[in-house]
């Protein structure tokens, strides 16, 4: 099948067999917004075709997300990790996808991952495609995970350990926050929201909206 247009279809009609073509349009059509379906048979196409399976499967996973499909996009996410255990796209997305239905240990375990990979890299002072990036969010929402289950020791653990892989970041401050504040830390509470609001890193609406950042409000 060939789409509305796009730059790979010459290359499709000249060579039907060519995997990376099917892949490279499936992403097009992905990032455009548009012919999911055409983009789905790209990318199954290139499964079959034995062309970059993880990524395929976790871009089928998007699509997938996209469309509300919860089971088909946990099923090719974990047929992702199949084909490849190192692929932290697919764990992130795994551990999220479990953490918005509810799914705690498993949301947790799936992050575990995402962490335990992206640290053996930079141990090793290796390139990671990802450049790291889910790890902050990794801690982030195993965090917030915690102190849903209010386990707000771990929570507050999960947050020492963010500052301790970037001192520079700050995806969990606020979840920080949180955690001392039911552990009834409340002075290092307020020094951490003291230096936010110097920083300007903090807005009362965007604390109303959340479920856990509300509980902030006491001592703002």
Known sequence: MI????????????NPN??????????????????????????????????????????LALIYDIQEDVGATQTCLEKALEADPTH?????????LHAIYGRHE?????????????????EDD??????FSFAMDAFALRARIYLEMNANDLALAECLASKAFDPDGNECELLEIVALLRLNCTAEAKTILQALQEEGNIERKDLEEHPLLIEILEIL
Request: aromatic residues 16%; charged residues 25%; glycine residues 4%.
């Open 3 to 14: 789409s509305a247009y796009s730059p790979y279809d010459e290359q499709i009609l000249a």
């Open 18 to 59: 060519d995997a990376e073509a099917y892949f490279n349009r499936g992403v097009y059509l992905l990032e455009a917004g548009e012919n999911f379906e055409i983009a789905k048979e790209d990318f199954i196409q290139a499964i079959s075709l034995d062309f970059n399976i993880a990524d395929a499967y976790s871009n």
């Open 88 to 96: 932290v796209v697919s764990w992130y997305a795994l551990g999220t």
């Open 106 to 122: 498993e949301a947790l375990s799936a992050l575990a991952k995402v962490l335990e990979i992206e640290l053996d890299f930079q």
């Open 126 to 131: 290796e390139f990671l495609e990802e450049d």
